[in-house]
């Protein structure tokens, strides 16, 4: 209906239990203002996809299986992914970070100057396949826990799991240490949160 472009369920198993805030994420992909204006129409696809169903069983159905906890709205800065890249990634490390208002500039230039480059080396060796950059758009304001996520994406559990490159800091950086990376991270922004996010199912426009 050309009301969204993509669609992805995840599950966070970490942390797990009953008193976990929440254990899955749903992910809209919108790329036009108008595509924004339409989520609320949820009723008019369930009849499309299910045409003769009782909408209201089945929306009953829905809301029986879970709790919806929040909705946040971000915008993509910053992204690349591998060229061969054909299916979703299974594994997103979401990292969560809280940047100063004053400072949002100087975050996504050393992003793109100190660790994209990282990244897309990884990306070249096969230790990763993309990377993306989000900043919270709604709600927003100084009381937000996070302003920033950066998601690390990754093929497969093995590909997530495999050690770190040896070297590669040498590579892309020639006479930087690891400290040095780490204080140039920590004047621009403070680590709030990591995530591990497992894909369960996706939709995306044909």
Do not use: C
């Amino acid at each position: 209906m050309g009301k969204q472009e993509a669609w992805y369920l995840f599950a966070i198993p970490y942390p797990g239990g009953a008193n976990a805030e929440y254990h899955y994420a749903t992910v809209r992909i919108f790329s036009t203002p108008e595509q924004l204006e339409s989520p609320g129409n949820f009723g008019a696809a369930l009849e499309k996809a299910h045409p003769g169903g009782n909408i209201e069983e089945m929306m009953d159905r829905v809301w029986k299986t879970r709790d919806l906890v929040k909705t946040h709205r971000l915008f993509s800065w910053e992204n690349f992914s591998a060229d061969d890249l054909e299916a979703p990634p299974s594994i997103l490390q979401v990292v969560y970070f809280k940047v100063p208002l004053e400072k949002e500039n100087a975050y996504q230039q050393m992003e793109r100057e100190v660790y994209h480059p990282m990244h897309k080396k990884e990306i070249e060796k096969g230790r990763r396949v993309g990377w993306e950059g989000w900043a919270l758009n709604a709600p927003w304001g100084s009381s937000q826990a996070y302003t920033h996520i950066a998601v690390d994406m990754y093929k497969d559990w093995e590909q997530y799991t495999s050690p770190n490159i040896e070297g590669l800091l040498e590579e892309v950086h020639p006479g930087k240490t690891q400290d040095e990376l780490t204080e140039i991270f920590t004047n621009t922004a403070d680590l709030v949160n990591m995530e591990e996010w497992r894909l369960v199912d996706f939709a995306v426009k044909q």
